[in-house]
């Protein structure tokens, strides 16, 4: 995991309000395990994050886990940007409203009618691919965005 960047495991646990030890405590590992986990020295195995995921109360840990230490994953699913929820379902809101007024779901059902994409069609429907993927990814923006006001 980079190292210029806070460390997803030590944030959520922050944000829970334990310290490592306390943490160590409830998730039945040692402490010298969650400093090497907080400092990037060792990933935790997928097992320990499901533990932090309920212990921390925090949902997104896990998405952010698989996003960093599966490159697979890495790449498919998108980047879920930290923001308030207000601002999240803001930008999910403003996004299905562009699809909307630009009749892209109207434009993807004359695309899909014949059940091919043939090349004259392929950039229209890759550009509304790529609007998809931002309504997409300002859904989980929500899913995983801070409690309002903080």
Do not use: W
């Amino acid at each position: 995991m980079p190292q210029d960047k806070r460390n997803i495991y030590k944030i959520a646990r922050e944000a829970r309000g334990l310290t490592q030890e306390a943490a160590a405590e409830k998730l039945g590992i040692s402490d010298s395990s969650i400093r090497a986990y907080e400092t990037g020295q060792r990933v935790p195995p997928n097992e320990v994050v499901e533990l932090m995921v309920i212990c921390y109360d925090a949902q997104h840990l896990a998405y952010q886990h698989l996003r960093e230490t599966n490159a697979m994953y890495g790449r498919i699913v998108p980047a879920v940007p930290e923001c308030s929820v207000l601002e999240a379902s803001a930008k999910l809101i403003n996004r299905i409203y562009d699809f909307a007024d630009s009749h892209s779901d109207r434009r993807l059902m004359r695309i899909a009618e014949d059940n091919v994409i043939d090349e004259a069609e392929r950039p229209e429907f890759n550009a509304i691919l790529a609007d998809i993927q931002e309504i997409v990814e300002a859904a989980l923006a929500v899913r995983y965005a801070r409690g309002g006001g903080e």
